[in-house]
């Protein structure tokens, strides 16, 4: 039977590159597909993988409607990259794809954004999805531990504010730290993996290095006092 797996993970965890090697697998045992993504980093309509891998995709838009993409053609599943992106009607799509089409649907996307919510398109599918799957690669934060969430910087410095979606390195015009009063000096926009408590204090590789130089104290980066040594029990 026809399946809506969700495959999750944050970034760095090689999302993309498991869809690009999902589709292969399929194609080269004589299945049919379409691959879709959206808001991809190397531009519309590619699915592209850190490692440098890419492919051409169907670019994913507002008023796409993957019933009527589907309708009429021999296709026996979906490559979704970048499903996060989607709108929740477009996911309930994906669902009706499989349950009345036979449709094996595969989607690949981050859970949560920059603040820790879960993207409308992320949730959807995991009331959806017929298995929630988490990659196996774990993604580290700069401390080495295991990362779990994805920090979004402007100009260097993380915020916790802004436009859900914004595709990062665009160097777009962004309020944020360091832009202008007026907020329309063009900041980079970048993101990096963080483990939960990095992402608490704000604490990027970036204000690491700079915290580590003595140079600034972050929001919550405060000693932790001592206990007396008679709150120790005696042995």
């Not at 194609?27 to 993988?49: I, K, M, P, W, Y």
């Not at 649907?105 to 959807?124: E, K, M, N």
């Not at 777009?172 to 990096?192: F, I, K, L, N, R």
Request: hydrophobic share 40%; proline share 3%.
């Amino acid at each position: 039977m026809a399946e809506l797996v969700f495959f999750t993970g944050t970034m760095d965890s090689g999302k993309s590159t498991l869809a690009l090697q999902t589709h292969h697998n399929h194609t080269s045992r004589g299945r049919r597909g379409l691959v879709f993504s959206r808001h991809d980093r190397a531009g519309e309509a590619r699915l592209s993988s850190r490692l440098g891998l890419s492919m051409d995709a169907l670019e994913v838009r507002d008023d796409t409607d993957f019933w009527t993409v589907v309708a009429g053609r021999h296709v026996e599943y979906l490559v979704c990259d970048e499903a996060q992106f989607y709108a929740p009607e477009q996911v309930e799509q994906l669902a009706r794809l499989v349950d009345e089409a036979g449709v094996d649907v595969y989607a690949f996307g981050i859970l949560a954004d920059f603040r820790t919510r879960l993207f409308p398109g992320s949730a959807r599918l995991v009331e959806l999805a017929d298995r929630v799957e988490t990659l196996q690669v774990q993604a580290l934060c700069w401390c080495g531990a295991r990362a779990t969430h994805n920090a979004r910087t402007v100009g260097g410095r993380m915020v916790v504010e802004g436009d859900q979606v914004v595709v990062g390195d665009t160097g777009a015009s962004e309020d944020g730290p360091g832009a202008g009063a007026g907020g329309g000096v063009a900041q980079t926009v970048a993101y990096e993996v963080l483990c939960r408590r990095h992402h608490a204090r704000r604490m990027t590789l970036r204000a690491a290095s700079v915290h580590t130089s003595g140079a600034e104290m972050l929001p919550l980066d405060l000693p932790v006092p001592s206990l007396p040594s008679t709150a120790l029990p005696s042995a």
